[in-house]
């Protein structure tokens, strides 16, 4: 498969062509991404249908969409038989495309639709870029309409924790931003607080965005959602966020999904600030999307106000997301989900 293949050694892959002819190749894979090798126009037709079935590491298996066709989501199956999801979303001024980087995940949040089927296997470096780039053929070819026709932001919050899978992630980031020239400034890769990935990230030569998925502001409450707290509890998650802060100059975000009557007490948004400030970062409040597999329900829209009532009321800049998609299972895992039980 073409994006599995390291963007400079492509070469390799046409034996008998011209060098150049893997520099048109790339181009189209990386620069000007295209759905089909057919759109290759400057290609030998011959080299066009030789490379028709090698294009993309996956089929796309279902496609959503919804909020006036502003959001689509996309579930796709590689040949061993593994889902991955993407989720695009357009606004008048940008689009923000959510990708995966593992297939499953091992951290068992207890909110987390991904979570709860367990892990598979980490996402190859090709397999993470290449949602990238058919959602740049999508929108290059015109399939959304009222928002620019290439994305604009990625985010690391799809299926699984990417500083898991440093190594694949780390190298996919690599390709966005010098094969397909994406802004670093552009890309925020998401964590749960696998702090020692958070100081590998750190030091890494690009200006990416961190967002730590909190969800709580104690321990003791924060084990029971994220399992992983017993490994990297708050105080060493945080002092990771704060040495990516002082290496990057860049505001950290904090991530808070909104579960009733679980983390949307008073109390927890007056810990939360707390933390907010030693770390000067945004906090991204967001109702839970609910998933077949646990209980758990959104805060009801009155407490989630109140909640952000105490943050901006101790100065924390706060914000609520919007929430897209929840009519087609557009939080991570969700599609999966509903997929293996159809």
């Known amino acids: 498969m073409l994006y599995l293949t390291n963007p400079e ?3 390799a892959l046409l034996p008998g062509e011209p060098p150049y002819r893997a520099d048109q190749l790339r181009e189209w894979l990386y620069e000007h991404p295209v759905l089909t090798v057919k759109s290759m126009t400057n290609l030998p037709s011959a080299l066009r249908s030789e490379l028709a079935d090698r294009l993309w590491p996956f089929a796309l298996e279902v496609e959503q969409s919804a909020d006036a066709g502003m959001t689509h989501k996309w579930l796709f199956r590689t ?6 999801e993407a989720v695009l979303m357009g606004y008048p001024r940008r689009t923000t495309l959510c990708i995966s980087s593992q297939v499953g995940c091992a951290l068992g949040c207890t909110f987390c639709a991904t979570g709860q089927f367990g892990f598979e296997r980490h996402l190859e470096a090709g397999e993470i870029v290449a949602q990238v780039a058919f959602a740049e053929a999508f929108l290059a070819g015109g399939g959304m309409n009222g928002c620019p026709d290439r994305v604009t932001n990625i ?10 899978n440093y190594a694949r992630v780390r190298e996919s980031i690599r390709r966005m931003i010098e094969q397909m020239g994406i802004s670093a400034r552009a890309i925020t890769v998401s964590t749960v607080g ?3 990935g ?18 709580a502001a104690d321990d003791e409450l924060r084990t029971t959602l994220v399992p992983l707290n017993r490994r990297y509890p708050l105080e060493e998650v ?12 860049r505001r950290v975000s904090i991530e808070w999904t909104m579960i009733a009557g679980v983390n949307d007490s008073d109390d927890q948004a007056v810990k939360l600030s707390a933390i907010a400030h030693r770390l000067r970062a945004h906090v991204n409040l967001i109702a839970l999307n609910p998933t077949p597999l646990t209980p758990d329900l959104p805060s009801p829209h009155r407490r989630i106000e109140a909640f952000l ?6 100065g924390v800049n706060a914000t609520l997301r919007d929430t897209r998609g929840r009519d087609i299972d557009a939080a991570c895992g969700q599609l999966r989900a509903r997929a293996a039980g159809s």
Request: negative net charge.
């Open 194 to 196: 696998v702090a020692p």
């Open 198 to 215: 958070m100081r590998r990230l750190a030091a890494e030569p690009w200006q990416v965005n961190l967002a730590v998925s909190l969800h």
């Open 155 to 164: 985010v690391f919050m799809g299926m699984g924790e990417p500083l898991a």
């Open 309 to 314: 009532g105490v943050l901006r009321g101790r």
């Open 79 to 84: 040949p061993d038989g593994a889902a991955i």
């Open 238 to 249: 945080e002092a990771a966020a704060m040495e990516f802060f002082e290496a990057k100059h």
């Open 9 to 11: 050694q492509l070469e």
